[in-house]
């Protein structure tokens, strides 16, 4: 067994903050990457064209690796502590950040998407973690 997991069902509290903590990492991994590619095209008008080809690679991959880490972070969390908000936010975080990605609407929308995605995802685990803590406490 893990550190921190139960022999039940629900993970033990420190694998579930373990995997809060990885996917607040990747939404913050994401946001930063969001954030300084178009300070990256302005500061280098000649890689422009090579850095906006690998855009939607990298959006694509960093949902790849979110999706799973969040949705069992946040399932696990809320089933541990009842709190549904951090649940619903990372779900419309998440599915704002597939929306991006796959251009439904335009492409042009894709960072900001990812961005307000992202943020959602972010709040998400901060409440998850927020919300464990708090459980915690009220059980002792």
Known sequence: MLDGESSGA????????????????????????????????????TLG???????????????GLALPVSVYALWHGYRAHGQLLGLWLGALGLLIMLVAVSHIFDRSLETV????????????????????????????
Not at 10 to 39: E, F, K, M, N, W
Not at 113 to 140: C, D, F, K, Y
């Open 113 to 140: 998407l990812t961005v307000i995605g992202v943020s959602l995802l972010l709040v998400a685990h901060l409440s998850n973690l927020r919300n464990e803590s708090a459980h915690r406490a009220s059980a002792h």
């Open 49 to 63: 064209p090579l850095m906006l080809g690998t855009e939607s690679p990298v959006h694509w991959l960093l949902l």
């Open 10 to 45: 629900v993970p033990g509290p420190t694998q579930r903050r373990r995997y809060d903590r990885v996917a607040i990492g990747l939404s913050i991994a994401c946001l930063v990457h969001c954030l300084a590619l178009p300070v990256a095209l302005l500061l280098a008008p």
